[in-house]
């Protein structure tokens, strides 16, 4: 009913960039929080950067500085702007949002995006 689809992942070198999106979609009536989460190998997924709907953000201490994340609440859409790439960045990327849809009396619910590789070499 509600679909999160990512993209921009990738393989990059040490310090490069990469931007990721994300766009919500479906029978959608409100989104609230959204952010990204990232989970490297024998690791627990954590939060990379999350954004309320009026802007509000906050990051991980180990991105602060490097990545930027924006969004557009017309498009129902998220981005994460990486910058100074470091190999300790490669994980698996997931969108994440709180939304809550038309069907009736229905609340807000976290939806998770299918996750998209990013790759630092060193």
């Known amino acids: 009913q509600v679909q999160l689809v990512e993209s921009g992942g990738g393989l990059v070198q040490t310090g490069g960039s990469l931007r990721l999106s994300c766009a919500a979609s479906?029978?959608?009536?409100?989104?609230?929080?959204m952010g990204w989460y990232r989970q490297a190998p024998g690791k627990q997924r954590e939060l990379v950067a999350g954004?309320?709907?009026?802007?509000?953000?906050t990051y991980d201490d180990s991105v602060k500085g490097r990545f930027t994340i924006s969004r557009d609440n017309a498009k129902m859409a998220v981005y994460l702007q990486m910058n100074s790439l470091k190999p300790e960045d490669t994980a698996v990327y997931y969108c994440?949002?709180?939304?809550?849809?038309?069907?009736?009396?229905?609340?807000?619910?976290?939806?998770w995006g299918q996750g998209t590789q990013v790759t630092v070499s060193s």
């Open positions: 954004i309320t709907r009026g802007d509000i953000t």
């Open positions: 479906g029978s959608i009536f409100s989104v609230a929080d």
């Open positions: 994440h949002s709180v939304v809550v849809t038309m069907t009736p009396g229905d609340q807000y619910r976290n939806y």
